[in-house]
């Protein structure tokens, strides 16, 4: 079984800076891809940067140059550096873990909110 902890959410003002880390425990091999979502209100979750298995980093546009993914593999653990924060980026962040086959695992979530 696989469990993901999250941790370093909170309140930041517009232009500030958040680090977000994830650390997974139990059956986690470093081919595994790890990474992280976020979720509006009332909107479906949607992705915001994934380090592959492979190890390449993939970010969406919305956060290119300003978030960071780094991967420490002998303690599974993901982090995400969140710069320049904007008020869009409001939002529930969760990690995610994906371990093939269209299955994965979830964090429990954690609020960034951005706002003066």
Known sequence: QVQLVE??????Q????????????????????????????????????MFTGGGRTIYVDPVKGRF???REFTNNTV??????????DTAVYYCFLDIGGG???????????VSS
């Open 14 to 49: 517009p232009g500030g800076s958040l680090q977000l880390s994830c650390a997974a425990s139990g059956s986690v091999f470093s081919s595994y891809a790890m990474g992280w979502y976020r979720q509006f209100p009332g909107k479906q979750r949607e992705l915001v940067a």
């Open 79 to 88: 982090f995400l550096q969140m710069n320049s924060l904007k008020q869009e």
């Open 68 to 70: 960071t993914i780094s």
């Open 7 to 12: 941790s370093g959410g909170g309140l930041v």
């Open 103 to 113: 299955d994965g695992y979830w964090g429990q979530g954690t609020q960034v909110t």
